[in-house]
């Protein structure tokens, strides 16, 4: 049977992407909104409750209003905003967190797709976490740098209109209030909110993300080798798109180049190590509006339409 799928926001940069993504299916029927319609809400109710799942790329108070218009227990919905990431009835929708994580996602009725930013840290914090070797208090930091699109259409327009004047490199989130935090710490399994520190590059997509870690800090200093053997013993097996290195102790690597993996679904992680300072670095490589946004809705989307 084909399923109908209706991308509420589909003009927006993850909206087109999961459109691109979803083009040449057979297997599903894309409902389309006119664009003079976009703003009717009788319009996008109908296509809502018509639709077999609908994928929600708005603001979040947009999104909430989507949600609402929804009148059957029927839709189900994938929400790309922050809305609902930590809201209860939600299924988080990063099916590699956990090994019960996509079977989760596949039964639910509603699905919060992860933020660009937290997926990177969760994945290699809370197999740490839960192998003990890192406690849910210590205090983490995460840095990064991710490409402009990230910011939406207003950043992606003002960084190519500017051209060779954009800035190369421009810190954010001095505030440390970033909308991602409450996601990053319940699914990372941290009982302290992250000290988070994100980079906007002069570059459309791709990021990478960096958490360090003072390991003398610890009652118990692990080594490098026991970092990377419970991150590798965690996604040992398992269905997806998240890989770990081989265990490296090279100065430097071209395998951490923010755009290396754009346009697809793969998340490379990393742990570098000194043992005899006892310091650390956990790093992720992904792409931003892959499975950083469009990839992970649509990998969803796979997931809930075999349920």
Not at 5 to 27: H, K, M, P, S, V
Not at 46 to 57: F, G, R, T, Y
Not at 253 to 272: G, Q
Request: charged share 20%; aromatic share 6%.
């Amino acid at each position: 049977m084909t399923a109908k799928i209706f991308i509420d926001g589909e003009a927006g940069t993850t909206g087109l992407q999961i459109r691109e993504r979803l083009a040449e299916r057979r297997d599903l029927k894309l409902l389309s909104i006119p664009a003079e319609s976009r703003k009717d809400t009788a319009v996008r109710a109908a296509l809502l409750n018509e639709a077999d799942v609908a994928i929600l790329c708005l603001p979040d108070d947009a999104a909430k209003e989507s949600v609402s218009l929804i009148e059957n227990d029927r839709t189900k919905v994938i929400d790309a905003s922050t809305a609902h990431r930590v809201a209860e009835g939600w299924a988080y929708g990063f099916p590699e967190m956990s090994k019960e994580q996509a079977g989760v996602i596949a039964s639910a009725k509603r699905v919060a797709n992860p933020g660009c930013w937290p997926q990177g840290p969760i994945a290699m914090l809370r197999p740490l976490v839960e192998a003990g070797l890192v406690p849910a208090d210590f205090p983490v930091t995460v840095s990064g740098i991710s490409g402009y699109s990230g910011g939406g259409r207003t950043m992606i327009e003002d960084y190519q209109g500017k051209g060779e004047d954009a800035p190369e490199y421009m810190p954010y989130g001095l505030t440390f209030k970033h909308k991602h935090l409450p996601e990053l710490q319940r699914y990372a399994k941290l009982s302290r909110v992250p000290l988070f520190q994100p980079v906007v590059g002069n570059f459309a997509q791709g990021m990478v993300v960096s958490v360090p870690l003072q390991l003398s800090h610890l009652p118990k200093v692990p080594k490098g080798a026991e970092l990377h053997a419970a991150i590798a013993d965690y996604y040992a097996g398992t269905k997806g798109f998240v890989e770990v290195a081989p265990l490296d102790t090279t100065e430097r690597t071209a395998e951490l180049d923010p755009e290396i993996y754009n346009n697809t679904n793969r998340m490379r992680l990393h742990v570098f190590f000194n043992d005899a300072t006892a310091q650390a670095a956990l790093v992720a490589v992904y792409d931003n509006l892959g499975k950083g946004a469009s990839g992970a809705a649509v990998q969803n989307l796979d997931l809930m339409l075999v349920s």
